[in-house]
């Protein structure tokens, strides 16, 4: 029977792994697109990935410090997801404004 | 006793906030378009994200720690819809469609949005 401890270092290790899957396949959507939003998506979702990551490296270590980390490194993530789609609106706005059709690659 | 517990418990939550995060990536990579993937992505992404924040708070027995990490829990939930909803408003606008299969199309019929 493992205490409690140990099973948490048995816990955060297969987390690990897990997660390290998940930031696999998310970085696989970022490259294959095939649009920007799916990329800015993806991102979004890399920003999530790595939160977890953060916590259970927290968890492993006992170093509650890197709590701080995660809560910002959300807020970063949040921001940049905003300024993202502000960026997609306004890329819209002005190729609209110019007669420009720059969808070729969202339409398949 | 309640400590060991404790732990067993922030163990179990780790593992499956790490499978939500996988299964939020897994359908990131096989939904057949942008508004079903960041469905995928916002709802099971903070899931993954606010139990892993709830296993540090169980495991840290320090008050200062459990209050941060539901602060991050509502900030998480908080922040998630709104920028999964300004994104999927800001593409539809731009003229991403939805896949062809798509069923319903609300904001076909508003006027403001160019065709």
Do not use: C
């Amino acid at each position: 029977m493992l205490t409690g401890i140990e099973f948490l270092h048995l816990a955060t290790t297969i987390s690990l792994g897990i997660l390290t899957l998940a930031l696999l396949l998310t970085i696989y959507r970022i490259i294959v697109g095939p649009s920007l939003p799916d990329r800015i998506l993806a991102l979004d979702m890399l920003v999530a990935v790595v939160l977890g990551y953060i916590v259970v490296i927290a968890l492993r270590t006992g170093f509650m410090l890197y709590l701080d980390i995660a809560i910002a490194l959300g807020l970063v993530g949040f921001l940049s997801t905003v300024a993202f789609a502000r960026f997609v609106l306004q890329r819209w706005e002005i190729n609209h404004a110019a007669g420009e059709d720059h969808l070729e690659e969202a339409r398949k | 006793m309640i400590g060991e517990i404790l732990y067993y418990l922030a163990g179990i939550l780790i593992v499956v906030g790490a499978l939500f995060s996988l299964t939020a990536a897994f359908g990131i990579v096989r939904l057949p378009d942008l508004y079903t993937r960041m469905h995928s992505a916002s709802k099971a992404g903070a899931v993954g994200s606010g139990l892993a924040f709830l296993a540090i708070a169980l495991a840290s027995f320090d008050g200062a720690v459990i209050l941060r990490a539901l602060m991050g829990i509502v900030f998480f939930l908080l922040t998630a819809p709104i920028s999964a909803h300004l994104l999927a408003r800001a593409a539809y606008i731009a003229g991403y469609r939805p896949a062809a299969g798509f069923r319903v199309d609300d904001l076909e019929k508003v006027e403001q949005i160019p065709k």
